[in-house]
Structures are given as C-alpha cells and as structure tokens.
C-alpha cells in the first residue's frame, strides 16, 4: 500500500499491486486494471518510487540494486 495525496489535500492508501499505469498530463494520473483513475498531487517519479518501496517491502523486486549471481 502506498499513501498518496489528492488534489484536494485529502490523503489515501492504494494497492499498488492495481496500478496498471502513471502518467503526467500534467497532473500525475493513475490507472488502475480496472480502470478507475486517480489524480494525485505527488509527481509521476514520486509515485514510482513509493510503488518501488512497496515492491521491495513485500519482497517483489530485490532490496538493493546489484543483480544476485545465476537469477
């Protein structure tokens, strides 16, 4: 989960695990695979470094960056 701002100023959490896509228009704009829309206040790199955060603290992606020998 991730914790994101609207436009308004309210706060919320998201599964990261529905984002399909994260585009600038230029607000940052999320898609989820069911296709509902967010519009968010934190940029379109700061999304994905808040999704990456989650990936690597539900150990989806490795915790640092260096490639593990024979993966």
Same mark, same amino acid.
């Given at each position: 989960?991730?914790?994101? %701002?609207?436009?308004? !100023?309210?706060? @919320?959490?998201?599964?990261?695990?529905?984002? &399909?896509?994260? $585009?600038?228009?230029?607000?940052?704009?999320? %898609?989820?695979?069911? !296709?509902?829309? @967010?519009?968010?206040?934190?940029?379109?790199? &700061?999304?994905? $470094?808040?999704?990456?955060?989650?990936?690597?603290?539900?150990?989806?992606?490795?915790?640092?960056?260096?490639?593990?020998?024979?993966?």
């Amino acid at each position: 989960m991730i914790s994101l %701002t609207q436009l308004n !100023g309210s706060t @919320f959490t998201l599964n990261a695990i529905y984002i &399909e896509q994260v $585009q600038s228009f230029p607000d940052t704009t999320i %898609t989820l695979t069911t !296709g509902k829309k @967010f519009v968010v206040k934190e940029s379109e790199e &700061e999304v994905a $470094q808040r999704i990456t955060a989650f990936y690597r603290g539900i150990t989806l992606l490795p915790i640092n960056n260096q490639k593990r020998e024979g993966l």
